[in-house]
Nanobody
Framework: QAQLVESGGGLVQAGGSLRLSCAAS????????MGWFRQAPGKEREFVAV????????YYADSVKGRFTISRDNAKNTMFLQMNSLRPEDTAVYYC???????????????WGQGTQVTVSS
């Protein structure tokens, strides 16, 4: 059964960095777009970044552009999110997802991980 598992979350001070990983298993996701979304308490899930299956195209939410970098290693069926210059408003549960299209709409994604908590203290 296809599964996505996030790791790398934790507690960090403002200005710090974290690197999230999303390990896929059960099938190959090398032909899927993969994305990161996040959900803060009391808020809706929001788009963070997405990477095309080839790795050649990436898109970011304006709020993270210039601070976060999405990448993938298709040989290892793994995706990453390098997060630098973290801010308290980045605090959320971060989810990875896989879908056929590199889009912002969470409804277009077919597979989801369980999420990893990122907490940024001020």
């Amino acid at each position: 059964q296809a599964q996505l598992v996030e790791s790398g979350g934790g507690l960090v001070q403002a200005g710090g960095s974290l690197r999230l990983s999303c390990a896929a298993s059960g099938r190959t996701f090398s032909t899927y777009a993969m994305g990161w979304f996040r959900q803060a308490p009391g808020k809706e899930r929001e788009f963070v970044a997405v990477i095309h299956w080839s790795g050649g195209l990436t898109y970011y939410a304006d709020s993270v552009k210039g601070r976060f970098t999405i990448s993938r290693d298709n040989a290892k069926n793994t995706m990453f999110l390098q997060m630098n210059s973290l801010r308290p408003e980045d605090t959320a549960v971060y989810y990875c997802a896989a879908g056929q299209y590199a889009v912002y709409d969470a409804m277009k994604y077919d597979y989801w991980g369980q999420g990893t908590q990122v907490t940024v203290s001020s």
